[in-house]
């Protein structure tokens, strides 16, 4: 797994220097609210193989489950914060140089495997769309995945259909988050 910042670490200075703010002032028994976004981050799991379908007649489906481990979050209850998913990117590192073949993609996310999914992002090729070797899905309506994030690890859940190639092939999941979190004392 790597973890990116897609901005500068002055932000998260930023950040902790407001929450710092705020803690003063709480301390001298005003109500206080401090706000802030959160910088944006890109997580990736590298060299997911998918494994290749039986010869068929037309479209098949498959699904690819994968975990990542993390730091669970204990937060305090003062704190009102939102993890969103902005965006997913599938990209074929090896065995096919084109995702054409994906028909429908879907990706939803669970705090562990017993948990109910919640679906990050789905995918459907617009008519005629030219693709390479990458799918990119925007959210349109940013799901907050926090509940996810609170337990140690995260399991995520790709869902492929289209005329699947017949031999392995491998590919990088990348998933872009952004934050905010709102301190009131």
Same mark, same amino acid.
């Given at each position: 797994?790597?973890?990116?910042?897609?901005?500068?670490?002055?932000?998260?200075?930023?950040?902790?220097?407001?929450?710092?703010?705020?803690?003063?002032?709480?301390?001298?028994?005003?109500?206080?609210?401090?706000?802030?976004?959160?910088?944006?981050?890109?997580?990736?799991?590298?060299?997911?193989?998918?494994?290749?379908?039986?010869?068929?007649?037309?479209?098949?489906?498959?699904?690819?489950?994968?975990?990542?481990?993390?730091?669970?979050?204990?937060?305090?209850?003062?704190?009102?914060?939102?993890?969103?998913?902005?965006?997913? &990117?599938?990209?074929?590192?090896?065995?096919?140089?084109?995702?054409?073949?994906?028909?429908?993609?879907?990706?939803?996310?669970?705090?562990?495997?017993?948990?109910?999914? &919640?679906?990050?992002?789905?995918?459907?090729?617009?008519?005629?769309?030219?693709?390479?070797?990458?799918?990119?899905?925007?959210?349109?309506?940013?799901?907050?995945?926090?509940?996810?994030?609170?337990?140690?690890?995260?399991?995520?859940?790709?869902?492929?259909?289209?005329?699947?190639?017949?031999?392995?092939?491998?590919?990088?999941?990348?998933?872009?988050?952004?934050?905010?979190?709102?301190? &009131?004392?």
């Amino acid at each position: 797994m790597t973890v990116k910042p897609a901005t500068q670490l002055s932000k998260v200075s930023a950040l902790v220097a407001m929450v710092a703010l705020g803690l003063a002032g709480a301390l001298t028994g005003c109500t206080l609210s401090v706000e802030a976004d959160v910088p944006d981050v890109q997580i990736t799991q590298s060299g997911l193989t998918f494994e290749g379908v039986a010869a068929a007649m037309g479209d098949a489906s498959m699904t690819k489950s994968y975990s990542q481990q993390h730091s669970q979050l204990d937060l305090p209850s003062q704190l009102d914060t939102q993890v969103r998913t902005l965006a997913v &990117t599938l990209t074929a590192t090896s065995g096919v140089t084109d995702l054409s073949f994906i028909k429908f993609m879907s990706v939803s996310m669970s705090a562990d495997a017993d948990s109910a999914p &919640t679906v990050i992002g789905s995918y459907e090729p617009a008519t005629g769309a030219a693709v390479g070797n990458q799918l990119k899905l925007t959210t349109l309506n940013p799901v907050n995945i926090l509940d996810a994030w609170k337990t140690d690890t995260a399991t995520f859940t790709l869902q492929l259909a289209g005329t699947l190639p017949t031999s392995d092939w491998t590919g990088d999941i990348s998933i872009d988050l952004s934050g905010s979190a709102k301190f &009131t004392y």
